[in-house]
């Protein structure tokens, strides 16, 4: 007797329009997919404040940049030293240069802005499982120094606009690029117990991607089109930006002239916490009663946004930011909202509506500062990172150079 499935797709087979019936062709782009790791250069071991460069050459396949991660081993140099929540703690900058040494993207404090979204997106249950573990999260009730004193090999993905906002990336017509990972001081990437030296190694590191294979007819009308235009690639990247906070009611400017500001996150972080080694220095707190942004003159939101209470309103508009994905483990009220360390972020979407694509351009076309207006209860003593989300269009022409626009 033949199998319910079999059944059902005979009934299909008979039923259905030919039109509608879907093969799979013999030459499919998919039908030639291969798992590549790219090994890094120098090692094989590095410590903190090293650099560690994966250069990805100019072959013939689609990177496939959805399937694409960062692979190195990494433990503690002490059993009373721990990895910070989410192993992207040791990565303090990512770089992306051209074949002729060009820099095409960079993103300091790499590390602290995968640590916003963290908190924000991943939930409590993702980092139990074992796509958690793997990427550097504790599961609840784990001991973290006995994990992280302890070798285990971790995979993340790349969050930069070439690695991480093209679905396919063809390798081939960029030329050949370097990513360049400079790992964080010990004292960024580890909490410690006991008075130890907070210190890690990194050893074995690649980059493992999916590569998609091209027929030869494929790869000729590429390359022509190529040859005609170019290629342009869109992705979205961050400007960090170093602010102090330390009287109560302050406006805080931010010179950023970038053509397309999409959107800004504010982390603020007390001094205190950043200069001990035993607490978290990713760790934010929340000592401000409410804020609002200036932009050219135009308020955003039109009345500032509070912060008392449950900061319920900050809350929609990180909401916003973040385009509705937020149901991080660090948003409970203890972490978000209470006044101790925790993880309150402030977040805005600078668009002028959900539906537009691109972002303000007023800083830019005006040549004017973003003001950031606070008032707190408290007199404050914390460092402000302002990362703002921007436009980047990258154009490799077949002459080999390379134009970038933001």
Do not use: W
């Not at 998919?30 to 890094?40: E, G, L, N, P, S």
Request: hydrophobic content about 40%; glycine content about 6%; overall charge positive.
């Amino acid at each position: 007797m033949s199998s319910t499935n079999a059944q059902f797709s005979q009934v299909l087979s008979k039923t259905l329009p030919p039109k509608m019936l879907f093969n799979l062709p013999k030459e499919s782009v998919y039908a030639k997919r291969q798992t590549v790791q790219f090994t890094a250069q120098g090692g094989p071991k590095f410590a903190p404040g090293n650099s560690i460069s994966v250069l990805l050459p100019p072959r013939d396949d689609m990177m496939d940049t959805h399937c694409t991660f960062l692979q190195f081993s990494a433990k503690t140099t002490d059993a009373n030293v721990a990895f910070c929540d989410g192993i992207f703690s040791v990565i303090d900058c990512v770089r992306i240069y051209s074949a002729s040494g060009a820099l095409l993207e960079e993103l300091p404090y790499y590390n602290l802005r995968q640590r916003i979204e963290a908190d924000v997106t991943v939930p409590q249950y993702l980092k139990d499982s074992c796509l958690g573990v793997a990427q550097g999260y504790f599961a609840s009730g784990a001991d973290k120094f006995a994990v992280s004193s302890r070798l285990h090999r971790y995979m993340l993905p790349i969050k930069l606009a070439l690695l991480a906002n093209q679905k396919h990336l063809p390798m081939k017509y960029t030329g050949g690029i370097r990513v360049e990972f400079t790992l964080a001081p010990g004292s960024d990437a580890c909490v410690v117990k006991n008075n130890a030296i907070p210190g890690y190694t990194v050893k074995d590191v690649c980059i493992v991607s999916d590569l998609i294979k091209l027929n030869d007819q494929q790869i000729a009308v590429m390359d022509a089109a190529f040859k005609k235009q170019g290629l342009k690639l869109f992705g979205t990247t961050y400007n960090h930006h170093f602010l102090k906070y330390s009287v109560p009611n302050s406006t805080l400017n931010i010179s950023d002239r970038s053509a397309s500001q999409k959107d800004i996150l504010l982390l603020f972080r007390d001094n205190a916490v950043l200069n001990d080694n035993a607490k978290d220095s990713f760790l934010c707190a929340k000592t401000i009663t409410s804020y609002q942004f200036s932009v050219a003159g135009r308020l955003f939101p039109q009345r500032p946004i509070r912060c008392d209470d449950y900061a319920s309103e900050a809350f929609v508009e990180l909401t916003n930011a973040f385009h509705g994905h937020v149901i991080g483990a660090g948003l409970t009220v203890d972490k978000f909202n209470a006044p101790a360390k925790g993880t309150f972020v402030v977040g805005r979407d600078l668009k002028s509506s959900r539906t537009v694509v691109s972002g303000d351009k007023s800083c830019k076309s005006q040549a004017v500062d973003m003001q950031v207006i606070l008032t707190s209860s408290v007199a404050p003593n914390q460092r402000v990172d302002a990362f703002i989300g921007i436009d980047v269009v990258y154009e490799f022409l077949p002459t080999g150079e390379i134009n970038i626009y933001k």
